[in-house]
């Protein structure tokens, strides 16, 4: 099993959300996560879906990783809670969770590649509204 670096928070609300959070690290098992769930890599058929495609960022975590990207695009979007209800089994403070720590590297990320700024302020208002940070 591979050892977990400490982050460095530079902002204590965000330091306190982790250290509140921080047990949905802690599991016994991993899933494959496939974690690209975009509309174009679901294969449907007859309203069903059949397939899935591009594992290209698959890797093995925990249930509520595989929602952490459609999250940081969709949170604001109702359809996302009605998408939950078929996994009952995954809080979606879980889910915010692996999104806090995606979006504390990817924001910075997107920033430096020089991406869509409509972007870069949706998934900061994300952010910002996870770690209680006022400007949400």
């Keep these: 099993r591979s050892q977990r670096k400490e982050a460095k928070w530079s902002d204590p609300r965000a330091e306190r959300y982790y250290q509140e959070h921080r047990h949905y690290l802690e599991r016994k098992t991993s899933v494959l996560i496939h974690f690209d769930m975009e509309e174009e890599?679901?294969?449907?058929?007859?309203?069903?879906?059949?397939?899935?495609?591009?594992?290209?960022?698959?890797?093995?975590?925990?249930?509520?990783?595989?929602?952490?990207?459609?999250?940081?695009?969709?949170?604001?979007?109702?359809?996302?809670?009605?998408?939950?209800?078929?996994?009952?089994?995954?809080?979606?403070?879980?889910?915010?969770?692996?999104?806090?720590?995606?979006?504390?590297?990817?924001i910075p990320w997107h920033v430096a590649k020089g991406n869509r700024p409509e972007k870069i302020m949706l998934l900061t208002q994300l952010y910002r509204r996870l770690i209680g940070s006022p400007g949400r």
């Excluded at 449907?44 to 940081?72: C, K, M, N, Q, W």
């Design 41 to 106: 890599h679901v294969l449907i058929r007859d309203g069903h879906i059949v397939g899935l495609v591009d594992f290209a960022s698959a890797f093995a975590g925990a249930p509520g990783e595989e929602f952490t990207r459609l999250y940081g695009l969709r949170w604001k979007d109702p359809l996302f809670e009605t998408l939950l209800e078929g996994y009952p089994a995954i809080e979606l403070q879980q889910i915010e969770f692996f999104t806090f720590l995606h979006l504390h590297w990817r």
